[in-house]
């Protein structure tokens, strides 16, 4: 029988700040720790490692590119979902991949010829205010309702302001291939924009 997991207490993750392989490592299990493990080693040999968590999430890190965010990472052990608040509790454990693709529309007709827009379209973070429904933050905010965006040529509307439009979810092997290689594709894009500066 496996070992139970038990939640990381905000005060120990913050005043100890764990790498994020620490966090999968005690919060994850089986497949979706061994897929999480390997995105991280694949983020730290491409020149994207995880940094320390932030004071704004324990399970969550940032992987910066050139100065800018490129990826985010959450990782959820049953019952994190107290903690944190914002997530539905769903699944006893899950992981988060999350592009941040400043530089997209430089790379869209590539993307869309590679067939890379639908780990992107299926995983859209749409405002939690919009059309009037949703729960977490204020909706007297005036960013309520988000906004309207096109990505890799589809339009959406209603789309969250703050952090990156789409959200991967326990991806799987053909998802993380996805991610990887856009963010292939927003390396090379952000290499190029310095170049030109």
Same mark, same amino acid.
């Given at each position: 029988?496996?070992?139970? $997991?038990?939640?990381?207490?905000y005060?120990?993750q $913050?005043?100890?700040?764990?790498?994020?392989?620490?966090?999968?490592?005690?919060c994850?299990?089986?497949?979706l720790?061994?897929?999480?493990?390997d995105?991280?080693?694949?983020?730290?040999?491409?020149k994207?490692?995880f940094g320390?968590?932030?004071?704004?999430?324990?399970?969550?890190?940032?992987?910066?590119?050139?100065?800018?965010?490129i990826?985010?990472?959450f990782?959820?052990?049953?019952?994190?979902?107290?903690?944190?608040?914002?997530?539905?509790?769903?699944?006893?454990?899950y992981?988060?991949?999350t592009?941040?693709?400043?530089?997209?529309?430089?790379?869209?007709?590539?993307?869309?010829?590679?067939?890379?827009?639908?780990?992107?379209?299926?995983?859209?973070?749409?405002?939690?205010?919009?059309?009037?429904?949703?729960?977490g933050c204020?909706?007297? $905010?005036?960013?309520?309702?988000?906004?309207?965006?096109?990505?890799l040529? $589809?339009?959406?509307?209603?789309?969250r302001?703050?952090?990156?439009?789409?959200?991967?979810?326990?991806p799987?092997?053909a998802?993380i291939?996805?991610?990887?290689?856009?963010?292939?594709?927003?390396?090379?894009?952000?290499?190029e924009?310095?170049e030109?500066?």
């Amino acid at each position: 029988m496996p070992e139970e $997991k038990k939640v990381i207490p905000y005060k120990v993750q $913050k005043g100890n700040r764990p790498k994020i392989e620490e966090v999968i490592d005690y919060c994850l299990d089986g497949d979706l720790q061994t897929a999480a493990l390997d995105f991280a080693a694949y983020m730290r040999k491409s020149k994207m490692p995880f940094g320390a968590c932030t004071s704004s999430s324990t399970r969550g890190r940032s992987a910066n590119y050139k100065g800018e965010r490129i990826c985010s990472i959450f990782v959820y052990a049953e019952d994190d979902w107290k903690y944190v608040g914002q997530h539905n509790p769903g699944d006893a454990q899950y992981w988060i991949v999350t592009p941040e693709l400043i530089h997209i529309n430089k790379y869209d007709k590539v993307a869309i010829n590679e067939g890379l827009q639908n780990i992107l379209w299926d995983n859209i973070n749409y405002c939690t205010h919009y059309r009037g429904n949703g729960i977490g933050c204020s909706p007297n $905010k005036r960013c309520a309702g988000g906004r309207d965006l096109t990505i890799l040529g $589809k339009e959406f509307n209603g789309i969250r302001w703050c952090g990156s439009h789409s959200s991967i979810k326990n991806p799987d092997e053909a998802a993380i291939k996805a991610i990887k290689r856009l963010l292939e594709l927003e390396q090379q894009a952000r290499d190029e924009n310095i170049e030109n500066k």
